[in-house]
Nanobody, 121 residues
Framework: QVQLVESGGGLVQAGGSLRLSCAAS????????MGWYRQAPGKQRELVAI???????NYVDSVKGRFTISRANAQNTVYLQMNSLKPEDTAVYYC???????????????WGQGTQVTVSS
């Protein structure tokens, strides 16, 4: 069974920074892509940033230049460095792993439990 464990959320003032981490555990052979989504109250979940196994990245326009996604393939871990945070970045942030292949099953997609990020004005 694959689990995604997130950490790093919290409360920060506008203009501040946070770093989210997500580690995938299990007997994992490969992961096609890892990313971060967020969901604010009353809104749909949206893709924030994604990185594939080759290191190619994609960001939602609203975070370009402020957020950086990175990945440690050997540790099946993905990070999201968030700088110049704004109140509109407030949301629950979810880690996502796509195309996860283990010794026993897959490829499948998995989600983390979510971590709250709150940016005060």
């Amino acid at each position: 069974q694959v689990q995604l464990v997130e950490s790093g959320g919290g409360l920060v003032q506008a203009g501040g920074s946070l770093r989210l981490s997500c580690a995938a555990s299990g007997i994992i052979v490969s992961i096609k892509a890892m990313g971060w989504y967020r969901q604010a109250p009353g809104k749909q979940r949206e893709l924030v940033a994604i990185i594939n196994s080759g290191g190619s990245t994609n960001y939602v326009d609203s975070v370009k230049g402020r957020f950086t996604i990175s990945r440690a393939n050997a540790q099946n871990t993905v990070y999201l460095q968030m700088n110049s945070l704004k109140p509109e970045d407030t949301a629950v942030y979810y880690c996502n792993a796509q195309g996860v292949l283990t010794l026993f099953q897959g490829p499948n997609d998995y989600w983390g439990q979510g971590t709250q990020v709150t940016v005060s004005s």
